[in-house]
């Protein structure tokens, strides 16, 4: 089948570079944007430091409620958002609905309430110097460039947006040029609720914008996207000392105990692995089971999978929606390609779903899988669904790690102290027992990943924390009109140095003071 992309190779017209933009389900064409440039780029980042230092100056409540503002705005539009989100990504309206809208109204209230109370300055009592006092104060970094993919262009575009505005940073953001109307969608629900002008940007654009972004002098990028963009992003950012967080991809593992639950397991795996096309960064990738549930639990895993409906998101109520991106398209099915090669069984789906001239592939379970197949290791990234059989935990927790990735995963059993021992043998940046695919939606949990799924913390109070620098303020309590260390440096201090080290650390006194 000849591919349409869902974006055509930039064209010049004026001597500004535009992009047409395609519906992944249907290969409508959708519009046009124009493609920002170095200069745009540049301008919007002057414009936002400008912004910047008045937005600081706001109290948290008055940041807070231009963010309230809009999510109230949010609520009211929730149908024309979602149908946006339908349009540019090709999912179903329940998981625009769910996992975009819904979730980022959890965001902005989560934020807007609680960002005074997680950056509030930390007073901290000193061991040693018991004349000064510490305060820890979370201060704003300044202008906050924020990239994000087209895999949930809403929320992942408001969730970084919301908690470095409440920190009170001002943002640029570079949404997908694959998903580009969410983001204007979001810019225009972020004007509306009043923001000062130049506190929040949106610049659409390709790559090309987003290197710009990086290069323009931001305080602080935020980049949620695949291993090789965050790679160069990462080396960006290191010429030039700024600060990253990097939320790449995932190869999350999925362990079924010999007590799992098996009803609960297979209903799991099939929607931790086909929710959003299987296009989630914590998709459920593949899973190890044992020899014990392995064969009710694949026969219960192909039952349901066959029942999903799958399909555009106006022929009403479908299950599985499109493939956002024809070039994961391509990885799809390079993978089930080479699995196959190596042995693998298709039990169903395999292919493209032939019904619709979409980017629409049909909900796969393979068997019969090992780690040298791409599909046990490497990312794909859509409705595949590869189950191994091990021996036991261990073979399953050993091969959980065979993984250049280590972004979250789960451990399927009725023990939560057991899934609790197990979850902390596997190098993953979260855990969930007896569920999936939920970490994210845990507005108070940090969400990252080990490995090359990336550097740092989103999310909770250390995600919002990320978005500032801390100011260490040494207050005195006593003010003496020199100190022990300070100019001319006397026999009598050194003596009585020597008396203190002994007493700090070699005397009965020692032990009291906790040394
Ligand atoms: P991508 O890396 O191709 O693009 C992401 C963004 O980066 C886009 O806005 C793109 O225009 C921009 N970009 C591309 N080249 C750039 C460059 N050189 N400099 C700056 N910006 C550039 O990723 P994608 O295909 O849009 O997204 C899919 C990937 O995102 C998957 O690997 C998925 O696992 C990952 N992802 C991770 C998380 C997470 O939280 N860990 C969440 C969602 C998606």
Not at 151 to 167: D, E, H, I, R
Not at 364 to 384: K, S, W, Y
Request: hydrophobic residues 40%; contains cysteine.
């Amino acid at each position: 089948m000849a591919l349409l992309r869902p974006v055509d190779a930039p064209r010049e017209l004026h001597g500004r570079r535009k992009l047409g933009v395609f519906s992944p389900a249907t290969l409508e064409p959708l519009g046009e944007i124009e493609i920002a440039s170095a200069d745009d780029v540049r301008r919007a980042v002057a414009r936002a430091r400008e912004a910047q230092a008045a937005w600081a100056e706001k109290s948290f409540e008055e940041r807070g409620r231009y963010l309230l503002r809009a999510r109230d705005l949010l609520v009211d539009r929730a149908d024309e958002i979602a149908e946006t989100i339908c349009r540019d990504t090709g999912k179903p309206r329940m998981e625009a609905l769910a996992t975009e809208v819904l979730a980022s109204c959890d965001a902005l209230t989560y934020y807007a309430k609680r960002a005074k109370q997680l950056l509030r300055d930390r007073r901290q009592g000193l061991h040693l110097l018991k004349t000064k006092k510490l305060v820890l104060s979370w201060r704003p970094m300044g202008v906050v460039g924020i990239i994000t993919p087209w895999n949930f262009p809403f929320v992942l575009s408001v969730n970084p947006t919301v908690q470095a505005l409440m920190a009170g940073n001002a943002v640029v953001l570079k949404p997908s040029e694959i998903t580009p109307f969410v983001g204007q969608a979001l810019a225009r629900l972020l004007a509306d609720a009043g923001l000062p002008e130049g506190v929040f940007q949106l610049l659409t654009g390709d790559g090309v914008t987003g290197a710009a972004l990086v290069d323009a002098g931001v305080d602080k990028i935020s980049f949620t996207g695949s291993v090789r963009t965050g790679r160069k992003i990462a080396e960006a950012c290191g010429r030039q000392l700024v600060p990253c967080t990097l939320e790449l991809g995932g190869k999350d593992p999925m362990i079924v105990c010999d007590d799992a639950d098996l009803e609960r397991a297979a209903r799991g795996a099939v929607w931790g692995a086909f929710a959003n096309a299987g296009q989630v960064c914590m998709s459920t990738e593949r899973v190890y089971v044992g020899r014990k549930l392995a064969e009710p639990f694949i026969a219960r895993v192909v039952e349901l999978t066959r029942e999903l409906r799958q399909g555009p998101e106006s022929e009403g109520e479908v299950d599985v929606g499109a493939i956002t991106s024809p070039a994961q398209l391509d990885t799809i099915e390079r993978h089930v390609a080479d699995a196959l090669a190596k042995g693998a069984r298709v039990l169903t789906g395999g292919r493209r779903n032939p019904a619709y001239p979409g980017f629409f592939y049909e909900p796969t379970v393979l068997v019969d899988v090992n780690h040298d197949m791409a599909i046990m290791r490497e990312e794909t990234f859509g409705p595949c669904l590869p189950i191994q059989v091990v021996q036991d935990e261990d073979e399953a927790l050993r091969l959980a790690n065979d993984t250049s990735f280590g972004l979250q995963a789960s451990v399927w059993t009725r023990d939560s102290w057991k899934g609790k021992r197990l979850a902390n043998r596997i190098a993953a940046g979260g855990v969930v027992v007896d569920d999936c695919m939920t970490t994210y939606a845990i507005a108070e949990s940090p969400f990252g990943g080990l490995k090359e799924s990336g550097i740092g913390r989103v999310n909770g109070e250390l995600g919002i924390k990320s978005y500032c620098h801390v100011q260490s303020l040494v207050l005195p309590r006593l003010r003496p009109k020199r100190e022990m260390l300070w100019y001319p440096y006397r026999a009598a201090d050194v003596a009585r140095l020597k008396k203190a080290l002994r007493l700090l650390y070699r005397s009965p006194l020692a032990k009291l003071l906790g040394n």
